[in-house]
């Protein structure tokens, strides 16, 4: 049976900050890496203005990063979160619109905003 991401060791648990929102491009996104041993958690986060919402950095389809090279997970419209891998769309809530794994969901991370600062929750 294969793990689930929630029992990954290298997922970190709640209360560690993450960075200030400001750190983070309005609207835009910015990964983040955990390790623990040789296992890595992998994780993005999205901002739109004082809001921000996190999901693990996996496609549904391939298990790829969305964003391997940099921190762009944004359509230029800001409209969609972008599969650099395959060029799959999803609403800005996660569920696939487009691509090999439409009606998929991205993963949720939960993440909260506290004095204008992103933590994991």
């Known amino acids: 049976m294969a793990r689930s991401e929630s029992d990954n060791p290298a997922r970190p648990p709640a209360g560690v900050r993450l960075c200030a929102l400001d750190e983070i491009k309005d609207p835009g996104g910015k990964s983040f890496r955990f390790r623990d041993g040789s296992r890595m958690f992998a994780g993005f986060v999205l901002r739109e203005g ?9 496609c ?27 060029g ?18 991205l993963t949720d991370w939960p993440v909260e905003v506290r004095g204008g600062e992103v933590w994991t929750a």
Request: aromatic share 8%; proline share 7%; hydrophobic share 35%.
């Open 50 to 58: 004082g809001q921000a919402r996190g999901f693990v950095d996996s």
């Open 60 to 86: 549904p389809h391939a298990g790829w990063p969305l964003a391997p090279m940099d921190d762009r997970y944004l359509t230029r419209d800001a409209r969609h979160i972008l599969c650099a891998g395959h």
């Open 88 to 105: 799959a769309l999803f609403t800005l809530d996660g569920l696939c619109v487009a691509g090999p794994c439409t009606d998929e969901r």
